[in-house]
């Protein structure tokens, strides 16, 4: 018995790491069968008058079928058993969800994409015409400044005229007066004249003077009388003159009058015209300012829905990588379960301590503003543009939520047509229009310092000239497109905008 046993446990030897192998971790043949294979192997058959030989040929012939049923595993797979084939499909399951909601979330994708594109073309459509009614403005904001600087120049013509004719009316009160003097000199001449026609020479000897003397004083009267006709002559020319000056003066003042009253009537209208481009310009810059933020919501949609996307698709590639995997292990473990099969085959009879590899994978790799020249002088001294509210500060975040600016000057809120004065000495470089900031004037102060001076209703001052400190140059307005009137102020060294309130005098 003992002996014909031991050649039964080292053919079971031989098969057992294929059996290990092949059920425990994929378990391609069915239990019943390997529990068959097992049983007759080791439970001797009943005696016989089989020889040795014959046990021999039994034992290579079971060998033999154990290795056709592995041949025939690694060609035709053999049902799983029922928790690894629903294992199989749940994960089956997960990668159709997840490519499911691949298809969903790259549909959506392509619809915020497709409607980022609408924005941004009616955005572009817009920005256009908003460009378009900027342009108007600015002609209307230009042509209003050339309106107000000739108003301002016909005031102060007209102030010249009154001015001329008041002289005129004291001088003709000064030559009436003279005329007037004249004349009762003409008239006392004239008494004295016929007085001494009624005296006798004689009579002036018989009072002890000289006979001669009535004749004398005939003739000083006489030629007294001519002298002051002609003064009276020559001071009535002169009255004659003024008033033909007046009257000339008075025309002219009744033509700036006039010229002043169309010019008020034209800029009446060009203010009118300016309001109703403000209001368009105001609406297609709500309009796309909205736009714009819809826009970069959408886009950061996108960005998410991107990320959702991409994180799939890991997912995705990470679910597909590992199945590669699995599917090459388990080739790979059918592989040694059919090379430990032909090994047992080949040792028959013989004891063979077969050992499965390890199957250790190779570890990861890890990887691993100055203050210089005459205009520095000046901080702490420098004169407030216009007296307002401060509405925004230097450094200050700008008003919108899809803005990320922050004001670079001083906004001071102040009354229409306010007056608009250097905060120092310097030269004009720039009086303009300019998009963005309206009527702008820009002073040189030397030592690269400039002051700016934006959103005016009138630019006083032309490229070129000099102006002094405290000057008006300018008037308070809402050009470029502003809602409330005010100016806009800025102090820049080398180009470079600064804090102005440190160099505004207290």
């Known amino acids: 018995m003992g002996r014909q046993l031991f050649p039964r446990l080292l053919a079971l030897a031989a098969l057992i790491p294929a059996l290990v192998m092949s059920a425990g971790m994929w378990c391609h043949a069915p239990e019943a069968a390997a529990k068959s294979t097992i049983r007759e192997t080791i439970i001797p058959a009943p005696k016989t008058s089989r020889t040795k030989a014959a046990q021999r040929k039994n034992r290579i012939a079971s060998a033999k079928t154990q290795s056709a049923k592995k041949t025939s595993l690694q060609s035709t797979p053999s049902k799983k058993p029922a928790s690894k084939s629903s294992a ?62 000739t108003l301002k120049e016909l005031g102060e013509k007209k102030e010249q005229v009154e001015n001329r004719l008041s002289d005129l009316a004291r001088e003709a009160k000064i030559v009436g007066g003279h005329v007037k003097d004249a004349e009762e000199l003409i008239g006392v001449i004239s008494n004295a004249q016929f007085m001494n026609t009624r005296r006798h020479p004689w009579q002036s000897a018989l009072e002890g003077g000289n006979p001669n003397d009535v004749a004398r004083l005939t003739a000083v009267l006489g030629y007294m009388a001519i002298e002051e006709h002609r003064t009276v002559e020559r001071l009535e020319n002169r009255q004659k003159n003024i008033e033909a000056v007046r009257q000339k003066t008075a025309a002219t003042r009744q033509e700036l009058v006039r010229i002043e009253r169309d010019e008020e009537k034209n800029r009446q209208k060009l203010q009118h015209e300016k309001t109703l481009r403000e209001r368009a310009v105001g609406r297609l810059r709500q309009e796309i300012t909205s736009q714009k933020e819809r826009y970069e919501q959408l886009v950061k949609n996108e960005a998410q829905l991107s990320d959702l996307i991409a994180n799939l698709d890991r997912r995705i590639a990470a679910e597909e990588k590992a199945e590669r995997e699995r599917e090459a292990r388990r080739l790979a473990a059918e592989e040694r379960a059919a090379k430990a099969a032909r090994e047992a085959e080949k040792q028959s009879g013989k004891r063979v301590a077969a050992r499965p590899s390890s199957g250790k994978d190779d570890p990861r790799r890890t990887t691993s503003a100055p203050t210089i020249g005459n205009f520095g002088s000046l901080k702490g001294r420098l004169t407030l543009p216009t007296r307002g509210q401060i509405a925004a500060r230097f450094g200050q975040k700008r008003e919108g939520a899809a803005s990320s600016l922050s004001w670079r000057g001083l906004l001071i809120r102040a009354p229409q047509g306010q007056n608009v004065v250097a905060a120092a000495p310097g030269t004009v470089v720039f009086s303009d229009w300019m998009r963005g900031f309206g009527n702008l004037l820009i002073v040189d102060h030397g030592s690269n310092y400039l002051s700016v001076y934006a959103n005016n209703e009138t630019l006083y001052k032309q490229v070129g000239s000099r102006v002094r400190q405290g000057e008006t140059i300018a008037s308070v307005g809402s050009s470029g497109g502003e809602d409330q009137p005010g100016l806009y102020f800025e102090l820049r060294y080398k180009g470079k905008p600064f804090n102005p309130e440190g160099w505004l005098a207290r």
């Open 88 to 149: 199989t499909k749940a994960k089956a399951s997960v990668r159709g969800d997840l490519k499911n909601q691949q298809s969903n979330l790259t549909e959506r994708q392509k619809s915020i994409q497709g409607e980022l594109t609408s924005i941004k073309q009616d955005i572009e459509k817009k920005q256009e015409r908003m460009n378009e009614a900027t342009n108007d403005l600015k002609l209307s904001e230009k042509a209003i400044s050339d309106s107000n600087r």
